[in-house]
């Protein structure tokens, strides 16, 4: 079975809608974007798409892909003292000549509505719920909410390595109760984990790398993220040749990534309130 996770995504996006319908002045979300690969236009893409639906103005400030590490810093810097900027985002991966980790340090805590900077991932160790939420984690336990699975007595398996994904899901998922078992995408024999498991997130960035018999019967498989490879798009699990009648599974394409928008929105208008 695919999982329909539009429902959840619909109702976030309509409630914020509402809410921003009613305001005067309309928050607004600005993003910097350094590399201009495929998979990042696509991202940006589908923000400013549902940005705008949700009447969030988008705004984009480009930087070529071989800027120095100073401009990107001293324009992160003017987002930061610029009172109209609530909240705003920088584009990942950036280019290689570039050192990420300094640049996210850079985003101030209070308009970091990604959720990225150290201090906001501090926050999430003592899962403090008052402030943003970790995009991408935060639908993935609505998600698991409305299948209406206990996950808390569940073994839940996640594949990545990610700051933004693999750690504050695991942590996330930690902080509920759930037993959870990390993974990457080089952990040896990956099947003798996922084949016990009741929930499979992967945030691996890997085509293909979970197949069906890795998989037990009714499990829960959550592809967080999809690689474009010749303008196909692919997820980490092969759900071409998996057996629906055997797992639930997100699809790419069609893929979750709405959900992480919409949390990004929430995320936004509280850093606007
Ligand atoms: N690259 C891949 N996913 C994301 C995301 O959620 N936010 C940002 N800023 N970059 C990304």
């Avoid at 005067?24 to 236009?41: F, G, Q, T, Y």
């Avoid at 970091?112 to 899962?127: C, R, T, Y």
């Avoid at 993935?140 to 504050?168: A, C, H, M």
Wanted: with cysteine; glycine share 2%; charged share 25%.
């Amino acid at each position: 079975m695919l999982i329909d996770w539009k429902k959840i995504a619909w109702k976030i996006f309509e409630d914020i809608k509402k809410e921003v319908s009613r305001m005067s002045k309309k928050p607004a979300l600005w993003a910097l974007l350094v590399w201009d690969n495929s998979s990042s236009i696509r991202y940006i893409e589908q923000k400013k798409k549902w940005a705008e639906y949700v009447w969030i103005k988008f705004i984009l400030k480009k930087l070529p892909e071989h800027v120095s590490e100073n401009e990107i810093l001293s324009t992160i810097e003017s987002f930061n003292t610029d009172d109209n900027i609530s909240g705003y985002i920088v584009q990942l991966p950036l280019p290689s000549h570039i050192d990420e980790k300094k640049i996210i340090k850079s985003i101030s805590p209070k308009k970091d509505v990604d959720w990225f900077h150290p201090e906001n991932q501090g926050k999430l160790m003592i899962w403090d719920k008052t402030w943003f939420s970790p995009c991408t984690p935060a639908w993935i336990l609505e998600l698991l909410k409305s299948t209406e699975i206990d996950y808390i007595w569940k073994q839940v398996v996640v594949i990545g390595r990610s700051n933004i994904v693999w750690k504050p899901i695991t942590t996330l998922l930690i902080n509920e109760g759930a037993t959870v078992i990390s993974c990457n995408s080089k952990t040896p024999n990956i099947r003798k984990f996922t084949i016990d498991a009741d929930i499979v997130i992967s945030a691996a960035w890997k085509p293909g790398l979970l197949t069906l018999d890795m998989i037990k019967k009714d499990a829960i498989v959550i592809d967080v993220w999809f690689t474009v490879i010749e303008w196909k798009i692919y997820g980490d699990a092969d759900t071409h040749n998996m057996d629906l009648a055997w797992v639930k599974v997100t699809p790419v394409p069609g893929w979750v990534g709405p959900l992480t928008v919409a949390m990004l929105m929430k995320n936004t208008l509280k850093s606007w309130k």
